[in-house]
């Protein structure tokens, strides 16, 4: 290719492996990171900026210092100590007898082949005194101007495009004297090789360009913004131009959203409440009443299920909050207009415990309630006490695993869809559950609460109830922070609460994923105890025992024939065992806060006082100690939840298949409600004023919603 067309300008779709210059190995690389074209690499965001911008006079540097320093090659050559290095001496352009600074590459050969006396360098790195002398190992640095054709040269082996035309005029600061991009660089191609690819697109980007994207900030051209990303002249560009993308992908989100929810409202659904005669018998069998947050939501639920548009609601509330009974309540009101309720939970375990606790609850009445795992089809049905209800052989409240999604004679009659502990579900699941039926309505539950903001963001298109309140029966948990040397302490208190007829769980961590592991340890564990406490029998559940034998080991410890149950977090979520009361959990520090708060809400569920001992080895100070620290200030789930998004971020906290909306790249402002309330409205004007995206500027919005599941468009 000749030089005209290998300076030929850049559009946004222009391929990656058109521009020469790219070498094949790092081709490959950006490739194998998905990154296809110039728009792919513009818009990888930098993960923070590196302040090369502080420079000082060689003589007033001190040992330590980063700093950016231009400079002159005075000398160059190959040196020997324990290790070959390629040093350079540079000092000052106007004082050739003047003070030197030592630039040192170790293992960097090709350094030698660029550098030559005699060019104008930029350098950044850390200044070391070293036997008197001042030296900067390995430093990044930059040919400033280079009187012989070093130039060429340089580009050619450090891989990279070659230098921008117009850099010729002034040096062009890339990776020095300045504020540094820094990337989750691709691997097989190197941060400096990146950088300066990106400094390369963006110099030969066609300015008045079309996007492929809606134009979010018109008033702030996107080529500008890109620039401002990537190479900002000083920390106020970058927030603006940050701000401006975080916005886009906030928007991006928001408007799928309420796409979604549009949708959803123009669905026929169902009037699936209008008596309560199930609801209230139910009511008056349990022993003790609804608190009035549980009625609150009841009353909620109830609302949308009597209108004919589907519900699409989310059920949050602290652990032991009392969400199934809730969802119950709804399930009945299902039941009761002829419909079909179905519940479905994360894990095996949970759907057994569910469909036992619905066959007790609804012991006397002529529902009938089915059981399908995975494992099982149990149409155990109950009494069918009149004819006419034993004729009809459909199951009225299904309840089951994931399996239920998939099961080819999916009731046609379905109403309600409950799910319960969403997080174990994404969107794509959940949207693939409603749109299996006739517009089920659909309550959502999540396990742990989540922040507020966070509700906004990921169920934006879901109402939200919040059960703010425990019932009054409980004796509440008392956690304590103790180390592996307390433990004779820690046995001496099991032994009292066991001798009082109490259980206990001992929980032990996932050392790795590997099976063979965790059934070892804890096997290991389980024998430790079973020899601590002879006179009654453990009970042991993990991941890796078949599901009859996990319903063995919790049948047996809801029976209160173990005393003690040895697991792992198999028993985390909505395990309902209201006798135990001590939890011990091993290596606490190795489990994230909303996991340990849901672990330990398994205990102090019944009228009993609850003890959570968090075993931890964790100095004051040391990672992982400050979670502990936070777990036992307090029991609130929601502040717990801000903590722990606090601590760990949002990805880590949700995972990103909950989301379902892919990565978020600006966490910095994942959870700013200004920033989220702006997408809002932004997205709900578009909407009203072009309900079917029928402009040309809303073209790539249609798109976006085209690429998304099927439940979108297509519905
Ligand atoms: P979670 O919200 O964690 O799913 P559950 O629905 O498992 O909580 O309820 C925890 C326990 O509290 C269950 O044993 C349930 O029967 C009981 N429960 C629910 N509501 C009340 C209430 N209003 N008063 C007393 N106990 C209740
Ligand atoms: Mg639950």
């Keep these: 290719m000749d030089d005209s067309a290998a300076r030929a ?70 040196r020997f100590s324990y290790k070959r290095y390629y040093e350079v001496s540079a ?44 030296v900067m190992t390995n430093p990044d640095f ?111 989100r928001q408007f799928r959203v309420a796409w979604r929810r549009r949708c959803t409202l123009a669905r026929p659904g169902q009037i699936t409440a209008t008596t309560d005669g199930y609801l209230q018998e139910l009511l008056s069998s349990l022993p003790f009443e609804l608190t009035a947050a549980q009625q609150r939501c009841v009353q909620e639920i109830r609302a949308d299920m009597e209108r004919p548009t589907p519900m699409n609601r989310l059920l949050q509330g602290d652990v032991g909050s009392g969400k199934t009974l809730v969802a119950l309540c709804a399930m009945l009101l299902c039941v009761e207009s002829g419909k079909t309720a179905a519940l479905i939970a994360p894990t095996q375990i949970l759907a057994e415990q569910h469909y036992n606790n619905f066959c007790r609850l609804l012991r006397g009445s002529d529902i009938r309630i089915s059981l399908r795992t995975a494992d099982r089809a ?17 199951p009225r409240i299904l309840v089951g695993t994931h399996a239920l999604l998939y099961a ?28 299996a039926g006739n517009n089920p309505d659909v309550l959502v539950m999540t396990a742990t ?45 099991m032994e009292q609460e066991l001798s009082a007829g109490r259980q206990v769980y001992i929980i032990s961590p996932l050392i790795e994923s590997s099976d063979t592991r965790e059934q070892a340890s804890a096997t290991e564990e389980w024998q430790r105890w079973s020899r601590q406490f002879p ?3 453990v009970g042991l559940l993990h991941g890796r025992m078949s599901a009859e034998e996990k319903d063995q080991a919790m049948a047996a410890f809801y029976a209160n024939e173990t005393r003690l149950l040895v697991a792992t977090t198999v028993v985390e979520v909505g395990v309902d065992v209201p006798n135990a009361t001590v939890m011990l959990i091993n290596d606490a520090d190795s489990f994230g806060l909303s996991q340990l708060h849901q672990l330990r809400g398994r205990i102090g569920r019944g009228g009993h006082k609850g003890w959570c001992i968090l075993l931890s080895s964790a100095r004051p100070g040391d990672p ?64 009203d004023a072009d309900p079917e995206l029928t402009l040309p500027e809303h073209a790539p919005l249609k798109r976006w919603l085209q690429e998304e599941a099927p439940a979108g468009l297509t519905s």
Aim: a neutral charge.
């Design 9 to 78: 300008l850049l559009l946004p779709g222009s391929p990656l492996h058109a521009l020469p210059g790219i070498p094949p190995r790092e081709l490959k690389a950006l490739r194998a990171a998905g990154l296809h074209t110039v728009a792919d690499v513009l818009h990888r965001v930098p993960r923070r900026y590196e302040d090369r911008r502080r420079t000082a006079p060689l003589a007033s540097l001190a040992n330590g210092d980063t700093v950016s320093l231009m400079l002159h090659a005075y000398s160059a050559g190959w």
């Design 91 to 134: 000092g000052p352009a106007d004082e050739p007898h003047g003070a030197r600074l030592l630039l040192r590459w170790f293992n960097m050969p090709y350094v030698a082949k660029l550098l030559a006396v005699g060019m104008e360098l930029s350098v950044y790195g850390k200044v070391r005194e070293i036997s008197g002398k001042w």
């Design 142 to 252: 930059e040919i400033l101007e280079d009187e012989d054709a070093g130039r060429r040269l340089a580009a050619a082996a450090l891989g990279a495009a070659a230098p921008p035309a117009a850099a010729a005029a002034g040096p062009p600061c890339v990776h020095t004297g300045r504020l540094v991009p820094i990337y989750r660089t691709p691997s097989g191609i190197s941060a400096r090789a990146f950088r300066a690819l990106v400094w390369e697109l963006l110099s030969r980007l066609e300015p008045g360009a079309a996007w492929e994207e809606f134009n979010i900030a018109p008033a702030y051209p996107i080529c500008q913004a890109l620039r401002d990303l990537h190479f900002p002249e000083d920390d106020a560009t970058a927030h603006k131009a940050r701000l401006r993308f975080a916005l886009a992908e906030c928007f991006e």
């Design 378 to 394: 149990d149409d155990s049905a109950l009494l069918l006490e009149d004819s006419s209800a034993a004729a009809d052989t459909t």
């Design 408 to 435: 080819k004679n999916r009731p046609s009659s379905l109403g309600l869809a409950v799910i319960d502990e969403q997080h174990k579900f994404g969107v794509a699941q959940r949207e693939r559950f409603i749109s």
């Design 449 to 493: 609460p989540i922040p507020r903001t966070l509700t906004l963001t990921f169920y934006g298109d879901l109402d939200v109830s919040i059960i703010d309140e425990l019932p009054a029966n409980r004796a509440g948990i008392t956690t304590a922070l103790r180390t592996p040397g307390q433990m004779k302490r820690i046995i001496s208190f």
């Design 535 to 537: 006179q009654y029998p």
């Design 624 to 687: 992982g100690r400050e979670k502990l620290e936070a777990l036992c200030r307090t029991t609130n789930g929601f502040e717990i939840a801000e903590e722990d998004f606090r601590l760990r971020g949002p990805g880590d906290v949700l995972g990103t298949a909950q989301s379902g909306l892919g990565a978020v790249q600006f966490t910095e402002w994942l959870t700013d409600a200004r920033l989220i309330h702006r997408a809002n409205r932004q997205a709900a004007a578009i909407l």
